[in-house]
């Protein structure tokens, strides 16, 4: 009996177990630059999205340039939405193109909560969704939510999503006027997500000055969601570019860990890594 009875509780905590495991992971698939009627891209990357298996479990991250040329509510709803559209949890951010609409009105038409926010994904992580096109008293609003949010974000797990990269080796390269962004968030980020250059691209940890350091912060590059693609840039900021194809980002939160994986609309990894949390 005694020996039923400790199998019968090591059952019962093996279930717990695996209850404690499944609540503290998800499944992030990260696009932008999506939502170009002339192109094939963004039907490729969302019929690539929807191969995955577990796809249905997945929240949608867009980091913003949802249609092309003009991110309005019809060309959404012409370009965007009969792809995109029937992903249960999504989140984003917008990009320039969307602000082309006045107020970007569009965008905040599919995507009405505020920007910035922080929004809690699973177990110990967090996003900050934030609004690189912003200007003046804006601009000073969004970094003193910033600060306030990272103040109070000890213990977290940070990601952070904006359109505009700080660094890049894509066509536009480097966004100068997001410095104020990235140096906030060194040492505190665990990785920051971004578009705007029409490629993939997984860039080291890098400083406040663009040099590797232990200290500072990698990111993603997911500009290759649909529209036209570009070349790379003048200046090298990583030896993991993906350039000319079209693909998307998945991205797998575990306890403390993280996977990632970049997939091209063929379906098949072209790149992928893991790392940990930074608390």
Known sequence: MEAVARHFLAAIVLCLQIGV??????????????????????????????????????????????????????????????FWGGFGQRLAV?????????????????????????????????????????????????????????????????????????????????????????????????????GHDHHFEALPALDGDGKPSPSGVPSFIVGNGGASLYRAGKHQRSDRGLFGQWGFLRMELDGLAYRWQEFGDDGKIKDSDHGTCRL
Do not use: M
């Open 21 to 82: 495991a499944s609540s503290q992971s998800s499944l992030l698939f990260v696009i932008a630059d999506t939502g170009n009627c002339e192109l094939e891209g963004t039907a490729r990357v969302a019929a690539a999205i929807r191969r995955q298996p577990d796809a249905s479990r997945g929240t949608l991250i867009e980091v913003g340039d949802l249609a092309y040329p003009t991110a309005t509510r019809e060309r959404l709803l012409a370009c965007h939405e009969p």
């Open 94 to 194: 917008p990009g320039n193109h969307d602000w082309n609409d006045p107020r970007a009105a569009g965008f905040f038409s599919l995507f009405p909560e505020p920007v910035p926010r922080k929004v809690h994904l699973s177990g110990p992580w967090h996003l900050l969704l934030l609004d690189s096109n912003l200007k003046q008293e804006a601009w000073d609003a969004q970094l003193e939510w910033l600060d306030q949010a990272l103040a109070k974000s000890r213990g977290e797990c940070l990601i952070a999503a904006w359109h505009h990269p700080r660094w890049s080796s894509g066509k536009h390269g480097d966004s100068v006027f997001t410095k104020p962004l990235w140096d906030r968030l060194q040492g505190k980020a665990t990785f920051t997500l971004h």
